[in-house]
């Protein structure tokens, strides 16, 4: 008798079954995505302070950025924005290099889980190119600051891998530290927010 396939799937904490390999969106609960984002490091934990940085953390900013660069942003774009990341309450941040040597299953995986979170909150499950680009460029935002205000690259360095952003921008703009629970619910109470709007 062959041996059982190993298990693909999660239990998480709100009693739901995440199927990794056929995820769909009714096993899916913003408390478990707030919750495993806000518990997720970016940059490996590789980061000044003493909390980590938390991957909720990134996705709110990112937010806040695609909202302020964004000529009259749409509610359900800017909860797009707020989601880009939430896959990795599963699969975890891996940092580019790490997705690179992986190869092409990681991709898979991350488009498999966001088109369930999307769906389960109302998006496309697939964005518009448009809308994709513009977050896109959020996040590189985001990463810039993150890697010269809390992982220790110089701003020449951040400007080769991120791109050269806004200045002015960027000066309006805070990086937050705070504990976990903080950040979840600061996560929960942003997507909520944009939930009523839509």
């Known amino acids: 008798m062959p041996p059982a396939p190993p298990r693909a799937w999660q239990r998480m904490l709100s009693g ?14 913003v408390e478990d995505i707030a919750h495993g984002l806000a518990f997720v490091a970016r940059w490996n934990g590789q980061t000044r302070g003493d909390w980590p940085y938390s991957v909720a953390e990134h996705a709110l900013l990112v937010e806040q ?10 509610p359900r774009w800017q909860l797009a924005a707020l989601l880009h990341d939430a896959p990795e309450y599963v699969i975890g941040d891996m940092i580019s ?5 992986v190869g092409p299953g990681y991709g898979a995986l991350d ?6 979170i999307h769906i389960r909150f109302g ?4 964005l518009p190119a448009a809308v994709k680009k513009r977050i896109k460029t959020a ?16 701003e020449a360095e951040a400007d080769r891998f991120f791109g050269k952003p806004d200045r002015a921008l ?13 950040t979840r619910a600061a996560f929960l109470a942003r997507h909520a927010a944009l939930l009523a709007k839509m």
């Open 16 to 29: 739901r079954r995440l199927d990794l390999l056929d995820p769909t969106p009714v096993d899916i609960e």
């Open 65 to 74: 950025i695609f909202t302020t660069t964004t000529p009259r942003p749409e």
């Open 97 to 101: 290099p790490v997705k690179s040597a």
């Open 111 to 116: 488009e498999r889980l966001s088109a369930a």
């Open 123 to 126: 998006l496309p499950a697939k």
């Open 139 to 154: 996040d590189r935002i985001s990463a810039w600051m993150e890697a010269t205000q809390l992982a220790g690259f110089t």
């Open 170 to 182: 960027v000066q309006s703009l805070a990086l937050h530290l705070r504990p976990p629970a903080q």
